[in-house]
């Protein structure tokens, strides 16, 4: 169906977005601060009541159109594209809150894995897209927990809280510096001065992220333990580099690399702040390169396509820095680059990294934008 078409025909659009991370990576699931922002790439979902106690589904971009009958939520796993729906709508309802029948048309414009969380956006716009219609006030940080339990349910992925709380929660030219042990944020303007960012796709087909993510998770766990019984600390994020030091030597060398990356994400994480706050662009892009390097040699999470596009972007001479952003083994990178200088290095990079991997890279346009947005259509 035509977006055109769409548009009138219903009481209601309601969006989330698709986000990028700046700094901060992997870091979430360990009581990490993370920096990201939401992106105008995003799910639109067109809504209204049918008074009936069915959700009829259907997608701009799909044929398929998918019943959900409201009284079975929780039995919709096995669906290939309405699981994300059908799942969080069942969290929402268990949750408390009240499901009412409707019509949904779903409208993505976040690129389906890509790294840009387009789950995400699904899952926070579906929820917020419910309430809505169900006459309901909500709460964007409580939508953004409810999606997370949809999220590691339905695809097996014990995410951590950034992707949804970026989704559901981020604020038009800023970066949410989120601390993920309590919740709290405060919102960054990202101002770059004659700098941009730049979001490229190494366009590699994901593979087995599901089980190399729960594997880090659970390596970071064994480390925290180990180093738990020594000192009381609640996560990972909460060691010092100086207190790491001093418990590395107890941990196996596999977890200590990855313990040892979480650390000093954490701590880039903090340097990256201050140099936001101080228009410091050329020492925030030096946080991202070592951001990269570490995931690379430490976490070992990106892979050759992604070390060759770091690598390309990071060889450029109006690129300050470059790093791999999501959970990684394909998807995206992030690269700060002067202005002026943009189709320059788009050429540079497209070039290198296709000879390097026989891959295209994908250049997305996109603006740091807000997370949830409700327009009534009359
Ligand atoms: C995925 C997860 C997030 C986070 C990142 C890595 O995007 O959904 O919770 O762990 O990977 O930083």
Redesign the pocket.
């Known amino acids: 169906m035509k977006r055109e078409k769409v548009i009138g025909k219903y009481d209601y659009i309601v969006s989330a977005a698709g986000r990028v991370?700046i700094i901060?990576?992997?870091?979430?699931?360990c009581g990490g601060k993370?920096m990201p922002a939401a992106l105008s790439l995003r799910n639109a979902v067109y809504i209204r009541p049918n008074g009936t106690d069915k959700i009829n589904l259907s997608w701009t971009d799909l044929p398929d159109k998918v019943t959900l009958d409201i009284n079975k939520l929780g039995e919709y796993r096995d669906l290939k594209h309405a699981k994300y729906q059908a799942g969080s709508a069942y969290f929402w309802q268990q949750a408390g809150h009240k499901i009412v029948g409707c019509d949904m048309v779903h409208d993505c414009t976040v690129p389906f894995g890509s790294?840009l969380?387009s789950s995400?956006a699904i899952e926070v716009s579906t929820i917020a897209a419910l309430a809505t219609v169900a006459g309901e006030a909500f709460d964007p940080v409580e939508v953004a927990l409810v999606a997370q339990k949809a999220?590691r349910e339905y695809t097996g992925?014990n995410?951590?809280?950034?992707?949804q709380y970026a989704s559901a929660c981020g604020k038009k030219g800023h970066a949410i510096l989120l601390d993920c042990k309590s919740l709290e944020r405060e919102y960054e303007p990202v101002e770059l001065g004659k700098y941009s960012l730049v979001i490229i796709n190494c366009n590699k087909p994901h593979n087995l992220v599901e089980s190399k993510?729960n594997e880090r998770r659970a390596e970071t766990e064994e480390a925290l333990a180990v180093i738990k019984a020594q000192t009381p600390i609640d996560c990972l994020a909460d060691l010092s580099p100086a207190d790491f030091a001093k418990y590395a030597g107890l941990l196996s060398p596999v977890v200590k690399k990855r313990a040892e990356h979480v650390v000093m994400e954490c701590e880039r994480v903090r340097q990256a702040a201050e140099a936001m706050k101080a228009g410091d662009i050329v020492r925030l892009g030096a946080l991202l390169n070592a951001s990269h390097d570490s995931l690379s040699r430490l976490y070992e999470v990106t892979g050759k396509e992604l070390d060759s596009l770091a690598g390309a972007a990071q060889a450029h001479p109006a690129c300050v820095g470059s790093r791999m952003t999501?959970?990684?083994f394909g998807g995206c990178t992030i690269s700060i680059v002067e202005t002026a200088q943009v189709e320059d290095f788009k050429a540079f990079v497209a070039a290198r990294y296709e000879a390097e991997t026989g891959y295209r890279a994908a250049f997305y346009d996109a603006d740091i934008a807000d997370g949830i947005t409700v327009t009534k259509l009359s």
């Not at 901060?24 to 699931?29: A, M, R, T």
């Open positions: 991370n901060g990576e992997h870091v979430d699931y993370v790294g969380s995400a999220e992925v995410c951590g809280i950034m992707d993510y999501g959970a990684g």
